[in-house]
């Protein structure tokens, strides 16, 4: 047909054909390179304007009609799919929102306030909610054995707040990593961060020379310089006059002690205050990742510009110094680094002086574990440390106290109450407030026959349900570790108690675990629901010096003070202050200490 005899009518739906052809492609490639998306998205109507020139008196009109027909169809096209009975995941109940594109949470989540959000999600929606598309468009309608293979299609995802999912979604044989940590490392980094391997069998061999600093051996060659911090943290605060910020005062002992451990030294935030502003550079830096962790496509792209999230590069910059100026100069005592790049020569294959800098990293973020020190302030808790007098830095004699556990670390073991002593203990206070406040992501993958065939369309059984290929999952680890079905009475509050014998809960708080008048007085105990370190092959790595650390300054600071909050302060304030951003930042934590006689 000559163009010039085209009808306007024609000419448009012309145009709108290729809208959709351009919805078809974005299906099939999820592209993100800046070339082919400006020949989608530019190129194509551009190409097409001629079409319009016929019907229009400018270039102008002409191009405008045809863009917007183009971009209006395009994005009309990606928006019903997903709104439509025919979208894999259209069973699956959630905001009409956040089915239409993850853009949405990408923005709320620089808020801070993600981890709330999905609790009135799950309120509303129940165990399993469809929370988003994070690609350009929409993947496939068909589903596929889990492997451990990656997706090149961009996720839909659901968040699933059901204990049943937490062993088929992240146990031994449960789903890879997603794709969360694409849109945080640049492409063009070909050594990936160990935390942000999507590849299962890469990421066990990764994996073990950190096992090997975290073993028991190596803690207890890190209980002195535990020590040396924990007293300096007690001297410090002793000088101090009035009020002071606890949550501030621990972030400056963990940023120091991880230094130390990790690469022998290097700072004195408690000494000297933040004057680098290295830990507000830390913090900073998670605004702009958690965004692109939202939409991985976006982040894969921006960070292609220099000039983008430069707080964020900035502090990885900082921590690839520190790794190679402890490469360089060594440590007096065997750090963690000693044991990650094997100067003990035990390991059979070393790694690279590459992925040991593009580790280096993880290790500053392990210094947030502290956060949960600041409100175990309980008269039970200090009788029970004071019983140990002189003897209350022996790790070993803390490891026994069973408040303390109970408090911060070790469930007691009740096969009545569903306790799973395999799993990984922690505080009651890292339930209500785990340092990944979202829960880590996972996403089933295709299955690879045999080079360049795919198998066929297969179903990937979890728990109840199905979930499609390329659907990224996640356990929001707030949601789940406040579910009443799983913690009860009382599943919102501080109560170490729940983590004792039932003889010891009926001893302390009669009113709670034995009136059985009173509707809540019915102990619901699941461990198996209780995952603030992660679980499986990917769980926190460092969770055995995390229970140090704790319990070793706890009972320090339980000696040394007497602690109150400051005049006026609402304890409630510190939820509210605090902010999700994949990991936990905290607002202000005033304190008023009194020095112990």
């Given at each position: 047909?000559?163009?010039?005899?085209?009808?306007?009518?024609?000419?448009?739906?012309s145009?709108?054909?290729?809208?959709?052809?351009?919805?078809?492609?974005?299906?099939?490639?999820?592209?993100?390179?800046?070339?082919?998306?400006?020949?989608?998205?530019?190129?194509?109507?551009?190409?097409?304007?001629?079409?319009?020139?016929?019907?229009?008196?400018s270039?102008?009109?002409?191009?405008?009609?045809?863009?917007?027909?183009?971009?209006?169809?395009?994005?009309?096209?990606?928006?019903?799919?997903?709104l439509?009975p025919w979208?894999?995941?259209?069973?699956?109940?959630?905001?009409?929102?956040?089915?239409?594109?993850?853009?949405?949470?990408?923005?709320?989540?620089?808020?801070?306030?993600?981890?709330?959000?999905?609790?009135?999600?799950?309120?509303?929606?129940?165990?399993?909610?469809?929370?988003?598309?994070?690609?350009?468009?929409?993947?496939?309608?068909?589903?596929?054995?889990?492997?451990?293979?990656?997706?090149?299609?961009?996720?839909?995802?659901?968040?699933?707040?059901?204990?049943?999912?937490?062993?088929?979604?992240?146990?031994?044989?449960?789903?890879?990593?997603?794709?969360?940590?694409?849109?945080?490392?640049?492409?063009?980094?070909?050594?990936?961060?160990?935390?942000?391997?999507?590849?299962?069998?890469?990421?066990?061999?990764?994996?073990?020379?950190?096992?090997?600093?975290?073993?028991?051996?190596?803690?207890?060659?890190?209980e002195?310089?535990?020590?040396?911090?924990c007293?300096?943290?007690?001297e410090?605060?002793?000088?101090?006059?009035?009020?002071?910020?606890?949550?501030?005062?621990?972030s400056?002992?963990?940023?120091?002690?991880?230094?130390?451990?990790?690469?022998?030294?290097?700072?004195?935030?408690?000494?000297?205050?933040?004057?680098?502003?290295?830990?507000?550079?830390?913090?900073?830096?998670?605004?702009?990742?958690i965004?692109?962790?939202?939409?991985?496509?976006l982040?894969?792209?921006?960070?292609?510009?220099?000039?983008?999230?430069?707080?964020?590069?900035?502090?990885?910059?900082?921590?690839?110094?520190?790794?190679?100026?402890?490469l360089?100069?060594?440590?007096?005592?065997?750090?963690?680094?000693?044991?990650?790049?094997?100067?003990?020569?035990?390991?059979?294959?070393?790694?690279?002086?590459?992925?040991?800098?593009?580790?280096?990293?993880?290790?500053?973020?392990?210094?947030?574990?502290?956060?949960?020190?600041?409100?175990?302030?309980?008269?039970?808790?200090?009788?029970?440390?004071d019983?140990?007098?002189?003897?209350?830095?022996?790790?070993?004699k803390?490891?026994?106290?069973?408040?303390?556990?109970?408090?911060?670390?070790?469930?007691?073991?009740?096969?009545?109450?569903?306790?799973?002593?395999?799993?990984?203990?922690?505080?009651?206070?890292?339930?209500?407030?785990?340092?990944?406040?979202?829960?880590?992501?996972?996403?089933?993958?295709?299955?690879?026959?045999r080079?360049?065939?795919?198998?066929?369309?297969?179903?990937?059984?979890?728990?109840?349900?199905?979930?499609?290929?390329?659907?990224?999952?996640?356990?929001?680890?707030?949601?789940?570790?406040?579910?009443?079905?799983?913690?009860?009475?009382?599943?919102?509050a501080f109560?170490?108690?729940?983590?004792?014998?039932?003889?010891?809960?009926?001893?302390?708080?009669?009113?709670?675990?034995?009136d059985?008048?009173?509707?809540?007085?019915?102990?619901?105990?699941?461990?198996?629901?209780?995952?603030?370190?992660?679980?499986?092959?990917?769980?926190?790595?460092?969770?055995?010096?995390?229970?140090?650390e704790?319990?070793?300054?706890?009972?320090r600071?339980?000696?040394?003070?007497?602690?109150?909050?400051?005049?006026?302060?609402?304890?409630?304030?510190?939820?509210?202050?605090?902010?999700?951003?994949?990991?936990?930042?905290?607002?202000?934590?005033?304190?008023v200490?009194?020095?112990?006689?």
């Amino acid at each position: 047909m000559d163009i010039a005899s085209m009808s306007y009518q024609n000419t448009l739906l012309s145009i709108a054909g290729a809208g959709l052809l351009t919805h078809l492609i974005f299906k099939r490639t999820e592209t993100h390179e800046p070339s082919h998306l400006a020949a989608l998205l530019l190129g194509f109507p551009a190409a097409l304007t001629p079409l319009v020139m016929h019907h229009s008196s400018s270039i102008l009109g002409a191009g405008s009609t045809t863009f917007l027909t183009f971009w209006a169809t395009l994005g009309a096209s990606i928006i019903t799919y997903r709104l439509s009975p025919w979208h894999p995941l259209a069973k699956y109940p959630g905001p009409l929102i956040c089915k239409a594109s993850k853009l949405w949470l990408a923005v709320l989540s620089l808020h801070g306030k993600q981890f709330t959000y999905y609790a009135k999600l799950h309120e509303q929606y129940g165990d399993v909610v469809r929370i988003g598309k994070s690609g350009l468009s929409s993947i496939l309608p068909s589903v596929t054995r889990l492997t451990s293979a990656s997706c090149s299609t961009g996720p839909n995802e659901l968040s699933i707040r059901d204990v049943a999912a937490v062993a088929p979604m992240m146990g031994p044989q449960g789903f890879p990593k997603g794709p969360f940590w694409d849109g945080r490392i640049p492409e063009a980094q070909t050594v990936k961060p160990m935390i942000a391997l999507r590849d299962k069998t890469e990421h066990t061999r990764r994996r073990r020379p950190w096992t090997r600093a975290f073993s028991t051996a190596a803690l207890k060659g890190y209980e002195d310089i535990i020590t040396t911090r924990c007293v300096e943290l007690v001297e410090t605060l002793a000088h101090q006059e009035g009020t002071v910020d606890m949550a501030q005062w621990i972030s400056f002992f963990a940023y120091d002690l991880m230094n130390d451990l990790a690469f022998g030294g290097g700072t004195e935030m408690m000494r000297d205050g933040d004057v680098d502003g290295l830990w507000h550079l830390m913090e900073a830096g998670q605004k702009s990742a958690i965004f692109m962790s939202h939409v991985p496509w976006l982040g894969a792209l921006f960070l292609r510009f220099p000039k983008f999230a430069n707080d964020l590069k900035a502090f990885r910059e900082h921590a690839k110094k520190c790794v190679m100026a402890r490469l360089l100069r060594g440590s007096p005592h065997k750090d963690l680094f000693h044991h990650l790049i094997d100067e003990d020569g035990v390991a059979a294959n070393l790694p690279t002086i590459f992925e040991v800098i593009s580790d280096g990293g993880v290790s500053f973020y392990a210094a947030r574990s502290s956060k949960l020190l600041k409100q175990i302030t309980r008269l039970r808790l200090q009788a029970e440390i004071d019983e140990l007098g002189d003897d209350a830095m022996d790790y070993a004699k803390q490891a026994h106290l069973t408040y303390l556990n109970s408090a911060m670390c070790v469930p007691h073991s009740q096969p009545t109450l569903s306790y799973n002593p395999t799993l990984s203990p922690a505080s009651t206070q890292k339930r209500k407030h785990a340092s990944v406040p979202a829960g880590p992501e996972r996403q089933p993958a295709l299955r690879r026959r045999r080079k360049n065939h795919r198998a066929p369309a297969l179903l990937a059984c979890l728990y109840t349900s199905y979930v499609p290929k390329g659907t990224s999952t996640f356990i929001p680890f707030f949601s789940l570790h406040r579910d009443p079905r799983c913690f009860s009475p009382l599943p919102d509050a501080f109560l170490p108690e729940r983590w004792l014998p039932p003889a010891q809960q009926a001893e302390l708080e009669p009113g709670l675990f034995t009136d059985t008048e009173q509707e809540n007085s019915t102990v619901v105990l699941n461990a198996n629901a209780f995952i603030p370190f992660s679980v499986g092959p990917s769980n926190c790595v460092g969770k055995n010096l995390a229970w140090m650390e704790m319990r070793m300054l706890v009972c320090r600071l339980v000696q040394a003070f007497e602690m109150r909050f400051g005049e006026g302060y609402d304890p409630g304030r510190w939820e509210e202050d605090m902010l999700d951003y994949f990991v936990t930042i905290k607002g202000r934590l005033p304190v008023v200490l009194t020095p112990r006689k």
